[in-house]
């Protein structure tokens, strides 16, 4: 076997033990009921603008949380230790580590398509990290494999996973070679996805980017608009307001959003793609 595939093999393995070691607690009464609920779950992943950065400035978070990202008992995240717990901003507090996070598009969707009635209880299953290009999130690697294990935990008790909400490609933006195979590399990255999470019309609701670390942002954002699978939408983001570093956006752009991301839920459920 070639070295270096050995050693992607450990690592994928290492991810994998150290994830699922965390579900050995047992759960108390409380956290049972939750668990044991039937649940419409969405998988939130991509880098920071999904993971979140409203209202953080300097390094901290103002801790300001619009109502329409209100917590909500029937609105639940699944904890970096694998448990359901009430959902709250920051929801990747414990996810993107090393970085402040702050109001993210999660909590505002959430609420919106609570308010539709379109499902009942929800589970947000955030794996946003801050600063990855597309390339990290490909099957065999570390990223690709916590969404895995994440999203598939997360059905474990009860629920079925109705999205994954997909924000990302703001670091691809930086050379002409990754702009340009964006396109091949979030489709294949989404049939690996359906495929290991035996969900083969899952919904992909994509968010073409606002902003860029590179000059290449319309490349990546003509690969996403043009994006052409079945069951996969895409919500635009250009043209909301942006933090001082006109690369995250504000509080109120994330909750702005939000919404459209939920409308764009709802419209799929009224009119779903072939399968």
Known sequence: MNISLLLQLVSVLLVANTVLSKRSQPLNPTELAVADAVKDIFVLAGQSNMAGRGGVEGGKWDGKVPPECRSDPCIL?????????????????????????????????????RANGSV??????????GGTRIGEWA????????MVIRAS????EGG?????????????????EDAEEY???????????????GLPSLLVI?????????KYIETVRKAQLQLDLPNVKCVDAKGLALEADKLHLTTNSQVILGLKLAQAFVASQLSPSPQ
Not at 80 to 94: F, N, Q, R, S, V
Not at 161 to 172: K, N, P
Request: hydrophobic fraction near 40%.
């Open 77 to 113: 995240r699944l904890s970096a230790e694998l448990k359901w717990e009430e959902a709250h901003e920051p929801l990747h507090a414990d996810i993107d580590k090393g970085k402040k996070c702050g109001v993210g598009p999660g909590m505002a969707f959430a609420n919106e398509i």
């Open 120 to 129: 009942g209880l929800v589970g947000l299953v955030p794996c946003a990290v």
């Open 139 to 146: 099957k065999g690697t570390k990223l690709y494999t916590e």
């Open 153 to 156: 935990e997360s059905m474990r």
């Open 160 to 176: 079925t996973i109705r999205a994954m909400l997909w924000y990302q490609g703001e670091s691809d933006t930086v050379i002409k």
């Open 183 to 197: 396109q091949g590399k979030m489709e294949k990255l989404i049939m690996d996805l359906r495929s290991d999470l």
């Open 206 to 214: 994509q968010v073409a980017l606002a902003s860029g670390e590179g």
